[in-house]
């Protein structure tokens, strides 16, 4: 596998080890010269487009929007399109977890995706945002409830990235501003939804947080050229 470079610091994916299949998907462990990466790899046959998904600071297989990353996972594969779940290795540390994810990235290359999607609640946010800055194949970015540091590389994805954020206005961690400035930074095509009296976790529209971010993968993992409507 390729090693994965963010300026002064290098991973190497040296071996992945997948497990059979429980529930919906297959738990993975990525080798790597940091350390060993968890997954849950949601398998679609001969796929070429995929979504990765993060969770924030919490760690371990958190989920936001009431269990909205399993049912992703499922639902997403009617679409042809896989899903891959990371934990982080360390869930206080943006360069390591953004490592995280674009080892995850490195994993599904090498299973022949060719897209992605990266979603981020969070921290999450932030970590996928640098992600998809650093590499050409993803072509959207979902940042939900997203903190603002360390997500200035938005400006960055322009044309070739889309970017979604969905924030709560009565979110008592990461004010609803958070993610009014990654708007702001970012350039076109991207979009921005705030829902009233959500919170952080926007359990309180988990439905139509599922709906949003469902049809914006699928709409933007098959676009020709950047757009959103």
């Known amino acids: 596998m390729q090693p994965i470079y963010d300026e002064s610091f290098e991973m190497i994916v040296e071996k992945a080890e997948e497990r059979p299949q429980e529930e919906e998907y297959h738990p993975v462990r990525l080798i790597t010269s940091r350390g060993s990466i968890h997954c849950r790899y949601y398998l679609v046959e001969n796929a070429k487009k995929a979504a990765i998904l993060v969770g924030g600071v919490g760690g371990d297989w958190d989920t ?9 996972g499922e639902v997403l594969r009617k679409d042809g399109i896989a899903s891959l779940r990371v934990q982080y290795r360390n869930s206080t540390d943006l360069v390591e977890s953004t490592l995280d994810v674009l080892a995850g990235l490195t994993y599904l290359q090498d299973k ?23 590499s050409a194949d993803v072509r959207t970015v979902v940042a939900l409830a ?6 200035d590389p938005a400006s960055e994805l322009a044309t ?3 970017l979604l954020l969905l924030h ?7 004010p609803s501003s958070c993610s009014q ?5 970012a350039r076109e095509p991207k979009r921005i939804v705030l829902y009233p009296n959500a919170g952080h976790g926007l359990d309180e529209v988990a439905d139509e947080v599922y709906l949003v971010v469902r049809d914006w993968i699928v709409q933007q993992l098959n676009r020709t050229t950047a757009s959103v409507s």
């Open 64 to 72: 936001p929007a009431r269990g909205l990353y399993p049912l992703l």
């Open 112 to 134: 022949g995706i060719e897209e992605f999607a990266l979603i981020g609640h969070s921290f999450g946010g932030a970590v996928v945002i640098q992600a998809a800055a650093q």
């Open 146 to 151: 997203t903190q603002s540091y360390g997500t």
């Open 160 to 162: 070739r990235c889309s």
């Open 168 to 174: 709560g206005t009565s979110d008592p961690v990461l």
């Open 181 to 185: 400035y990654v708007y702001q930074v």
